[in-house]
Every structure is written in structure tokens, then in C-alpha cells.
Nanobody, 115 residues
Framework: QVQLVESGGGLVQPGGSLRLSCAAS????????MGWYGQVPGKQRELVAN???????NYGDSVKGRFTISRDNAKNTVYLQMNSLKPEDTAVYYC?????????WGQGTQVTVSS
């Protein structure tokens, strides 16, 4: 089992920045891919960004150039630096971790971009 605990969400004005963190704990040897997904009411979760154990990254088109994902393998933690935030970035952001053939989700953290 893997538990994921997210932090760092909140209310921010357009153009502002936030940093999300997600710490994994539990019984596992290593986490393969860690990532962030965003979900708004009535829509499916969409990939925001993910990162492999070796550092290979993948971003959703809408966040390229504004968001940066990183991870600390020693701490089993993934981060999402969100800059130049727009109102359309408003969503619940969920952390995801792939361990072996299993996929685990955090409880989600709300990010609201509004003036």
C-alpha cells in the first residue's frame, strides 16, 4: 500500500505562483512515475505533468512553460511549481504514483486562481 499526502493548494491571484507537494509513504521499494492531474467538476482528470524516476518529464499542453515538476527520490516526494497562474488553472489537483502495476491517488488539493 502507498499513501499520498498533498499540500500547498490555495487561493492565488492571476499571475501568481503556488508550489504543490506530495509525499508518499507505505510499503514499497520504489516509485516509478509520479505526477499531478487536474480535475474540474463534470470533467475527467487530466494530466498536468508527470516525472519518471530518472527525471524524464511530460507536461500537458496548457501548462508547458509555466509549470515545473520535480521529485526527490530519497524523500519519495514530488513537487509542482506553478507560475503565471491563470483562472483556467483552477481545479482540484491530485497526486498520482505508479508502483509496479498499481496506481495510487492522493486526496486532492484545491487550487483556485481568482482576483
Amino acid at each position: 500500500q502507498v499513501q499520498l499526502v498533498e499540500s500547498g493548494g490555495g487561493l492565488v491571484q492571476p499571475g501568481g505562483s503556488l508550489r504543490l507537494s506530495c509525499a508518499a509513504s507505505g510499503s514499497f521499494l520504489k516509485i516509478n512515475i509520479m505526477g499531478w492531474y487536474g480535475q474540474v467538476p463534470g470533467k475527467q482528470r487530466e494530466l498536468v505533468a508527470n516525472i519518471g524516476r530518472g527525471g524524464t518529464t511530460n507536461y500537458g499542453d496548457s501548462v508547458k512553460g509555466r509549470f515545473t515538476i520535480s521529485r526527490d527520490n530519497a524523500k519519495n516526494t514530488v513537487y509542482l511549481q506553478m507560475n503565471s497562474l491563470k483562472p483556467e488553472d483552477t481545479a482540484v489537483y491530485y497526486c498520482n504514483a505508479a508502483v509496479n502495476i498499481f496506481s495510487y491517488w492522493g486526496q486532492g488539493t484545491q487550487v483556485t486562481v481568482s482576483s
